[in-house]
T-cell receptor
């Protein structure tokens, strides 16, 4: 079974703090993704990576950065957290270089910025 | 970029009835269309997918249809059961590595 884990289920941070969200997958998947999920807006792609040290911007990359130093780990960084970044963050991974592969999601991190 | 629109945003049906969720996409290069189900408090999971060389696919009570000319695809659930209650997301893939999701449909099946 594919396992995708995220470092925290719930996180509360203050405005201006630097926030790290970690995602680890154990199936040697090439592709990893970060989404945020907000009611009525679905899953919006923040960043994705198709290889170690590679990253691509999604639809809403502003205010975020990512790091992929190892194949199994993909980190999302909020350089200076703001209240409008309060959301559920979902990580996902998929195998292969094509898109015809199921994305496996982590359990999500609910981030509250106060 | 790819834009996926999904309707309706909420859907309520009686147990045993059918449910239909519709999606449209904008990028004619998209060639893979999965559907994910997210139960309350859980992660999204793939339930069915369809590729652009196929017009229809069925798996027990769920089916997906694709009209590439019109750029729309639909999820059909027959004989709905209370455990079908969840949020359903459609998605389209504009290129090889990423996927764009619709806004989701909250399906409620009333016993």
């Amino acid at each position: 079974d594919v396992k995708v884990t995220q470092s925290s289920r719930y996180l509360v941070k203050r405005t201006g703090e630097k926030v790290f969200l970690e995602c680890v997958q154990d199936m040697d998947h090439e592709n990893m993704f970060w989404y945020r999920q907000d009611p009525g807006l679905g899953l919006r792609l923040i960043y994705f990576s198709y290889d170690v040290k590679m990253k691509e911007k999604g639809d809403i990359p502003e205010g975020y950065s990512v790091s992929r130093e190892k194949k199994e780990r993909f980190s999302l960084i909020l350089e200076s957290a703001s209240t409008n970044q309060t959301s559920m963050y979902l990580c996902a991974s998929s195998q292969g270089s094509g898109s015809f592969y199921e994305q496996y999601f982590g359990p999500g991190t609910r981030l509250t910025v106060t | 970029g790819e834009n996926v629109e999904q309707h309706p945003s909420t859907l309520s049906v009686q147990e045993g009835d059918s449910a239909v969720i519709k999606c449209t996409y904008s990028d004619s290069a998209s060639n893979y269309f999965p559907w994910y189900k997210q139960e309350l408090g859980k992660r999204p999971q793939l339930i069915i997918d369809i590729r652009s060389n196929v017009g229809e696919k069925k798996d027990q009570r769920i089916a997906v249809t694709l009209n590439k000319t019109a750029k729309h695809f639909s999820l059909h659930i027959t004989e709905t059961q209370p455990e079908d209650s969840a949020v359903y997301f459609c998605a389209a893939t504009p290129n090889n590595n990423d996927m764009r999701f619709g806004a989701g449909t909250r399906l409620t099946v009333k016993p």
